[in-house]
């Protein structure tokens, strides 16, 4: 076999840096600007800091809603950001745990048990992942007013899941499905309950496809602004997203696109971390579910 020409190989390497350049550029330019000082943001380059900083960070956790002075003629806010990150990991790890608890639940019913129809019921809750979420604000608006959760966070804990749940539900059963039965079958005869031949084999093999559900849940819930703008009314009970959305970005530029960062990279780094779980999660979910 011929080596491949050195002017392929240059075009393949192009091609990588040019999609990476575009991927990482806008995370590079975030951050960037959240490290200038304000002055450095007027009349600095925008693309580089010479004289970065901490301090646009330092602002989003001075006071609790207080103002911090006059600037001028004009009264800048403090905002309550600690709550907003506090409420985030909240309502992070609520939707995390509900989404896989319900999904292990419903996909191992599916995908092992078998009950009648179970192809249909599994290419039924799959198709409720395309519905746009935007037809379903008013129906969603008024269950969580019957159910008394406005301006709460149990809104959002009761609302994330429904998002994620179709995806991750249909991911687990096609790998449940033709995950070998002899495996399971033997701990039954040896005297286990299915329960500990589900939690001590079962569970333990699905780690891959667990990893790709759960950094589809925490994209899924990290990506959404409208949802908890819609919920969240009060300033104290919101999420970063929701709150960074009432901040005064002309007065305020630099501190929010520092809050953006605090919000942001910590999901990059955990996707980053699990990446190869996550591909190892899907392709073995489809090639089980084949």
């Not at 745990?97 to 078998?114: E, H, K, M, P």
Request: net charge neutral.
């Amino acid at each position: 076999m011929n080596p491949r020409p050195w002017w392929t190989k240059l075009g393949h390497l192009s091609l990588i840096l040019l999609a990476t350049v575009y991927c990482v550029f806008p995370v590079y330019f975030m951050l960037v600007q959240s490290l200038k000082t304000a002055q450095e943001d007027v009349f600095g380059n925008p693309f580089i800091v010479l004289h970065p900083t901490f301090e646009s960070f330092e602002e989003l956790f001075e006071g609790r809603g207080e103002g911090r002075g006059v600037i001028g003629s004009t009264l800048r806010r403090a905002y309550p950001f600690l709550d907003w990150l506090e409420n985030t990991l909240f309502v992070f790890a609520g939707t995390l745990a509900i989404t896989l608890s319900v999904s292990l639940a419903a996909a191992y019913a599916l995908g092992r048990l078998r009950p009648p129809g179970f192809r249909w019921w599994r290419r039924a809750i799959f198709a409720t992942y395309v519905i746009p979420q935007t037809i379903l604000f008013v129906p969603l608006y008024r269950v969580v007013i019957v159910l008394g959760l406005d301006d709460s966070l149990l809104a959002l804990l009761l609302v994330y899941p429904t998002m994620a749940l179709p995806f991750c539900v249909w991911l687990l059963s096609a790998y449940f499905q033709h995950l070998p039965r002899e495996i399971e079958e033997s701990a039954l005869i040896e005297g286990a309950s299915r329960a500990t031949a589900f939690f001590r084999i079962i569970l333990p093999m699905s780690r891959p496809v667990l990893v790709a559900c759960g950094i589809f849940t925490l994209g899924t819930a990290a990506s959404d602004f409208t949802i908890a703008s819609l919920f969240l009314m009060s300033g104290h009970n919101q999420t970063i997203p929701a709150g960074l959305g009432t901040m005064e970005v002309a007065l305020d530029e630099l501190a929010a696109v520092a809050g953006i960062n605090l919000m942001a990279l910590p999901v990059i780094l955990i996707c980053a971390l699990f990446a190869r779980g996550y591909v190892r999660g899907l392709t073995a979910a489809m090639v089980e579910g084949v």
